[in-house]
């Protein structure tokens, strides 16, 4: 299994970005995808996920719940995270991922720059 990731780059703050993430292969079992990010001198940390369960649930992260929003892209196995209200603090390398029945893929970074 391999990810693309495409989107990101470079806005000021209030801004929006849009993320996307397609897998290659074939997964045997897809239980989520999701976002993750990591910012210089921080551990990496999960953004959103999207379940791919029939209930289609999602989980955010507290600092950017009502400003993101992860979709699954119909009938494909990709997704799209969508950025509104960025702020400084969300400038980081995002990396898809992939849980596939228990193993992990991961997507290689796409940077996120939010000017103040």
């Given amino acids: 299994v391999q990810l693309q990731a495409s989107g990101g780059g470079f ?3 209030g801004g929006a970005l849009r993320l996307a993430c397609e897998a290659s292969g074939r997964p045997m079992r897809i ?5 993750h990010r990591q910012a210089p001198g921080k551990q990496r940390e999960v953004v959103a996920l999207f379940w791919f369960s029939s209930a289609r649930a999602t ?3 507290d600092s950017v719940k009502g400003r993101f929003a992860i979709s699954r892209d119909n ?3 990709a997704i799209s995270l969508q950025m509104n209200s960025l702020r400084p603090d969300d ?3 995002y990396y ?15 940077q996120v720059t939010v000017s103040s």
């Fill in 31 to 35: 239980i989520n995808m999701g976002w």
């Fill in 96 to 110: 898809c991922s992939l849980n596939d029945f228990g193993r992990h893929y991961w997507g290689q970074g796409t």
């Fill in 59 to 61: 989980n955010y992260t």
């Fill in 11 to 13: 806005v000021q703050a």
């Fill in 91 to 93: 400038t980081a390398v």
């Fill in 75 to 77: 009938g494909k196995d």
